[in-house]
């Protein structure tokens, strides 16, 4: 009937149920190979873990994930602690992991090899190193104030070399938040930019212990660091990251302080030893120039300075009568040279055609002056004989025979009796006008 079948989710509900309440399920070890694993930053993290034979599904919450101290990796061979369950949705079971180591390898070393590689391949441990000042003036220290480190890094100082600052950064050296403390007091000593050396340490432990040494802000913190650092962390044995990037590492806190500054007795001693090497090479080198001012002094160039300029004086007036003589020779050749091409030029002057061209042109000046002289008279001739014409057929001319002409008042010439208008006319003599009133007009009766 209808109501004996199961819905899906009904079927899967009870699976479920089954599995969350088994008592070995609730709480399952496993171990396994990481497979289908892709880092989701800051997020659930989802993979699976197989062996020859079977796979299985496994997630991982943020939670639990931010917990771990190294980075999953595809291959990696792990041991998981989880629980159980089946996600309905799909209907699969998978396992829910709530921690993680690696198999054979504890977490911490297997963080401590991935940073490590990780710093290596960026070159962070092959930089230039910076070097420790010879003589500092003020120390800093990064480490716990209630630790043995700074009591045996005052005493050190102290003995040997007490005119060196010693000023404490203090910090947490164990624990999740000590890293981020021992980041704040580096960054705050080279803030402060009046320190010549930094040493940053803490004493021995277990690898827990030590582990905020081994964080990664740490490492790039020292890195980052102006002022050189010294690393002294742990034991001998103990090699952290922070002595792998530190400029100096030293195996205790104590090596630490005789790094930083020298013994002060073996300074004065070294100082005196060196002042009297000074004075005794100084001594060496003025007796040395005494012997080589007296050699200098009985040489012939002190003795008998003539000589050595009388080889000279004779080789230059060897290379003076050898100049003259050459010179003689270059000039009598030229001069030769000179004379055939004088006569050459000769040959070829242009003088005779010059004289012969000058002579035609003046010859051609005469005729052309000649020609201007005739031709200006003949001009001439004939405009005196214009203007003689001209003047014969000049009303001037008739008038000084004593002829002339009249017009009226409006200056129009009068030819005729019929032409006169006015009362007035005016009659034109050669010499003058005269001004005449029309009384009457006799006009010519014709026959």
Same mark, same amino acid.
């Given at each position: ?37 892709? !880092? ?15 796979? /299985? ?24 602690? %989880? ?7 799909? %209907? ?26 990780? !710093? ?15 003589f500092p003036k003020r120390i ?45 007091q580096i960054e705050q000593v ?10 940053? %340490? ?10 905020? #040494? ?76 005494? !012997? ?30 050898? !100049? ?13 040279? #000179?004379?055939?091409? $004088? ?53 001037? $001319?008739?008038?000084?025979? %004593? ?8 200056? $129009? ?6 032409? /006169? ?27």
């Amino acid at each position: 009937m209808a109501n004996d079948y199961l819905t899906v989710s009904a079927l899967t509900k009870y699976i479920k149920r089954k599995f969350d309440v088994d008592p070995y399920l609730t709480k399952v070890y496993l171990t396994g190979e990481i497979s289908n694993f892709r !880092l989701r930053p800051n997020a659930h993290q989802y993979f699976s873990l197989k062996d020859d034979n079977a796979k /299985i599904s496994a997630i991982m919450f943020k939670s639990a994930f931010n917990r771990i101290k190294f980075t999953p990796e595809e291959g990696m061979k792990v041991l998981v602690v %989880g629980h159980i369950s089946v996600y309905e949705p799909s %209907g699969s079971y998978q396992i829910y992991v709530e921690q993680m180591e690696p198999d054979g390898v504890g977490q911490l070393y297997q963080a401590y090899e991935q940073l490590k590689k990780k !710093l290596s391949e960026e070159g962070l441990f092959n930089l230039p190193k910076k070097p420790l000042k010879q003589f500092p003036k003020r120390i800093a220290v990064v480490t716990s104030p209630s630790g043995a480190v700074i009591r045996d890094i005052i005493t050190t100082v102290r003995r040997r070399y007490p005119i060196a600052q010693i000023v404490l950064f203090p910090a947490l050296v164990q624990g999740t938040e000590a890293s981020a403390d021992i980041v704040r007091q580096i960054e705050q000593v080279n803030q402060n930019g009046s320190f010549d050396t930094l040493i940053v %340490g803490r004493g021995g432990g277990s690898i827990e212990d030590l582990w905020p #040494f081994n964080e990664e802000n740490v490492a790039r913190a020292i890195v980052a660091s102006k002022i050189p650092v010294i690393s002294s962390v742990g034991h001998e044995t103990d090699t952290t990251i922070a002595d792998l990037v530190a400029d100096v590492r030293a195996a205790t806190p104590t090596a630490a302080a005789e790094l930083a500054v020298p013994r002060l007795d073996q300074v004065l001693v070294d100082l005196k030893t060196t002042q009297n090497r000074i004075i005794n090479a100084a001594y060496q080198v003025i007796q040395e120039d005494k !012997l080589r001012l007296k050699r200098l002094q009985q040489s012939t160039v002190f003795t008998s300075p003539q000589r050595i300029y009388e080889t000279f004086s004779q080789r230059l007036d060897l290379l003076t009568q050898r !100049l003259y003589n050459q010179s003689d020779k270059i000039t009598g050749k030229r001069k030769e040279r #000179f004379n055939d091409l $004088k006569m050459r030029l000769r040959l070829v002057a242009p003088t005779y055609t010059i004289k012969e061209q000058q002579q035609k042109l003046t010859t051609l000046q005469g005729r052309l002056d000649r020609a201007t002289v005739q031709n200006l008279k003949s001009v001439k001739q004939h405009y005196q004989m214009l203007v003689g014409s001209l003047d014969h057929l000049s009303p001037l $001319k008739i008038l000084s025979r %004593g002829y002339t002409y009249t017009t009226d008042e409006q200056g $129009k010439f009068v030819k005729r009796v019929a032409d /006169i208008e006015s009362k007035t006319i005016d009659v034109h003599f050669s010499d003058g006008t005269v001004n005449a009133s029309v009384n009457k007009i006799n006009p010519k009766k014709e026959k």
